[in-house]
C-alpha cells in the first residue's frame, strides 16, 4: 500500500508540473549522425536556420543550406545554394529580409574572405569580395545598410574595420587599436546610421577607462562618451550592458567592485545625457534583501546577519563569485535586471578574477542571434587581451538574480533561484528569461531536460522545475538527444524554442521500428497560472 501511495504520488507531480510547458509546434530536418547543426536568427520574414555541409568526404566541397519558419515553424523546406571550394562559415549576421554569411578559406588571420548575401524573399546568393581587410583574427561580424563591420584582434590588439559591400571602400576605425585595450561591445544603430563601441583601456594614470564611441558607417567618430571616474577608490565597473538609444540618451547596467582583488558588489545604473554627461547609481548588498534566497532558510540567515555586520562596521559587503548581468527587459518606466553568479575555474587552477573575467570579453551581439556561439572562439578570451585559448574553463552557476528596478531608481523588488551546483565548459550565457506583464519565467536546458523558474510579482512561485522533452507524435520515442548542441532560447512572449540534434524511434508503414537523425527546432509555451503548490493539490 505505501508503495501504491508512493507511485501516485510521482505521478501527481508529474502532471503538474507537464502541465505548465506544452510542447505546440515542431520541424525537422532528416540527416545522418554527426551532420553539423544550424544556426538560426530572426529576421523580419521569420525564423532563418542555416549551415554549410560537406558534399563529399575527404573534400573541400561544400554547400549552403537555409530554411525560412514562421512563428509555428511551418516551413517550404531547405533551399540550397554554392560554396566555394575550402570555404568554411566564420560569421553571420541579418538585415531586415536579408541574411549575410562570411565565409574563409583557411584559419589564418590573413585567409580569403568573402561574404554571402541571401535574399531570403527570392532564395537568390550574391557574393561580395572582402579583399584587403588587415590580418586579423574574427571576433565579431555585422551588417548594416550593406556595411560589413569587422571585429578582430592583431597583435593582441582589437581592429575594427567596415567595408562598404557595393563601392568596396574599406575603413579602419581609429582610436580602437591599442594596448591593454578591450573592446567590449559593438552594437549596430540603423536609426542614426551608426554603430557604438564600448571600450575598456587603461587611462593616463593606469586606471581603468571606459568609452562609448560613436561612428558613423564610414568610420568617423562623432561622440565620445568617457568614463573616467566613477564611484569610491579603487571600485570599477566590472559588468556591463548597453542599451539602445531613447531619445539620444544612453543607459548602462552592470556590476562593479574592487578590480585588483576580484571583490563584486553590487549593480550600478549609468544615464548617458543626449551631451555626453554621465552619472551613476550604484546598488549593494543592502538594497537586495532576498538576494540569497536561494540558499536554505537557515543559510540565507547567516548570510543575512554577515551583510548587517559588515554594514555596521562601515564595510561594503562584498559578491563572493562573478556577478555578471544577462539580460535587460525594458518597460516604460522600469528595467527588469537579470544576472547570474557564477564561479569560474580555470584549468590552470583556483577561479578567474575579474580582470580576466566576464567584463573584459566580448559581449556578442544578440538581438537577432539565437545561442550565438562564435565559430573560432570556443574558450572566448578577451578581444585584444593575453588569456591563452588552450585554457579550459569551468563555470559554475550558483545562482541567478532578478531585479526591477523603476527608472527613477528604487528598487521595486528583487530576488534569485538556485542553479543547484550545475557547471558546464560552455562559454556563453544560457539562463534565459521571459518577462510578460508582472510575470517573470527563467528557463534553461540542462543535460536533455527543461528546467524554469517562475516569479509573480517578484514573489518566487516555484524554483527549478524539471521537464522532459515531449515529441508531438506519441508514437515517437527519442532515443538520443545530442547534449552538444541543444540550445533553449527566448523566442517571444511566453513562448521558447529549443533546438539541436536527435536520434528518433518511430515505426514505419510496415510497423517496422526504424530510426531517423533530425535536425528539429521546437516551440513551447510556459504558464505560471497552471501551477499549483503541493498543498493546495493536495
Do not use: C
Not at 108 to 114: F, R
Not at 145 to 160: I, M, Q, W, Y
Not at 435 to 447: C, I, R, W
Request: net charge negative.
Amino acid at each position: 500500500m505505501k508503495k501504491y501511495w508512493f507511485l501516485l504520488f510521482l505521478l501527481l507531480i508529474q502532471v503538474q508540473a507537464i502541465g505548465q510547458i506544452k510542447f505546440l509546434s515542431r520541424f525537422e530536418i532528416k540527416g545522418e549522425a554527426f551532420d553539423p547543426t544550424f544556426e538560426t536568427m530572426r529576421t523580419d520574414l521569420g525564423l532563418v536556420s542555416f549551415r554549410t555541409m560537406v558534399t563529399k568526404n575527404f573534400s573541400g566541397e561544400r554547400v549552403f543550406q537555409f530554411f525560412l519558419s514562421d512563428k509555428d515553424l511551418n516551413s517550404k523546406g531547405l533551399v540550397e545554394l554554392a560554396v566555394r571550394t575550402n570555404f568554411d562559415m566564420i560569421g553571420y549576421d541579418t538585415d531586415g529580409d536579408r541574411l549575410y554569411v562570411l565565409f574563409a578559406k583557411g584559419s589564418t588571420s590573413n585567409s580569403t574572405k568573402y561574404v554571402l548575401e541571401v535574399d531570403l524573399k527570392t532564395n537568390q546568393g550574391l557574393e561580395f569580395s572582402a579583399d584587403n581587410l588587415l590580418p586579423s583574427d574574427l571576433v565579431e561580424f555585422l551588417v548594416q545598410d550593406k556595411k560589413a563591420v569587422f571585429l578582430g584582434t592583431s597583435e593582441n590588439r582589437p581592429v575594427l574595420q567596415i567595408l562598404d559591400l557595393v563601392d568596396k571602400s574599406l575603413h579602419t576605425v581609429q582610436g580602437i587599436y591599442g594596448n591593454n585595450t578591450q573592446v567590449l561591445q559593438v552594437r549596430k544603430m540603423p536609426e542614426l546610421e551608426s554603430i557604438e563601441v564600448v571600450v575598456n583601456r587603461k587611462g593616463q594614470f593606469r586606471n581603468r577607462e571606459l568609452l562609448v564611441l560613436t561612428f558613423d558607417l564610414l568610420g568617423n567618430l562623432y561622440r565620445e562618451v568617457k568614463v573616467d571616474q566613477f564611484g569610491d577608490p579603487g571600485q570599477e565597473i566590472l559588468g556591463g550592458l548597453l542599451l539602445a538609444d531613447q531619445n539620444y540618451q544612453q543607459v548602462m547596467i552592470g556590476s562593479y567592485g574592487l578590480n585588483a582583488r576580484g571583490n563584486y558588489q553590487g549593480m550600478f545604473i549609468m544615464e548617458i545625457n543626449e551631451f555626453g554627461e554621465y552619472n551613476f547609481k550604484l546598488y549593494g548588498l543592502e538594497d537586495f534583501p532576498n538576494f540569497f534566497n536561494y540558499l536554505k532558510e537557515k543559510q540565507k540567515e547567516k548570510k543575512d546577519q554577515q551583510v548587517l555586520k559588515d554594514l555596521e562596521r562601515g564595510k561594503i559587503p562584498p559578491i563572493r563569485n562573478t556577478y555578471t548581468i544577462r539580460e535587460v527587459k525594458e518597460t516604460e518606466d522600469a528595467f527588469l535586471v537579470y544576472f547570474d553568479q557564477v564561479n569560474i575555474v580555470t584549468s590552470r587552477g583556483g577561479s578567474r578574477t575579474s580582470t580576466t573575467g566576464p567584463f573584459s570579453e566580448f559581449r556578442y551581439n544578440q538581438e537577432n542571434r539565437m545561442a550565438y556561439t562564435p565559430p573560432n572562439l570556443t574558450n572566448p578570451s578577451s578581444v585584444g587581451g593575453l588569456t591563452p585559448v588552450y585554457i579550459q574553463t569551468e563555470y559554475q552557476y550558483v545562482s541567478s538574480h532578478f531585479i526591477k528596478v523603476s527608472k527613477d531608481g528604487r528598487v521595486i523588488w528583487d530576488n534569485s533561484a538556485t542553479y543547484g551546483d550545475f557547471a558546464t565548459f560552455y562559454p556563453g550565457p544560457f539562463g534565459e528569461i521571459a518577462y510578460v506583464g508582472e510575470d517573470l519565467y527563467h528557463v534553461y536546458a540542462e543535460n536533455d531536460q527543461i528546467i524554469a523558474s517562475f516569479f509573480r510579482n517578484g514573489e518566487k512561485k516555484f524554483e527549478r522545475m524539471f521537464f522532459e522533452i515531449e515529441l508531438p507524435d506519441e508514437n515517437q520515442r527519442i532515443r538520443r538527444t545530442d547534449l552538444e548542441t541543444l540550445r533553449l532560447v527566448h523566442w517571444y512572449d511566453q513562448y521558447f524554442l529549443l533546438s539541436g540534434m536527435q536520434s528518433i524511434r518511430y515505426q514505419n508503414e510496415e510497423g517496422l521500428e526504424e530510426v531517423k537523425e533530425v535536425f528539429f527546432l521546437s516551440k513551447f509555451v510556459i504558464d505560471g497560472d497552471l501551477y499549483q503548490p503541493e498543498e493546495e493539490g493536495d
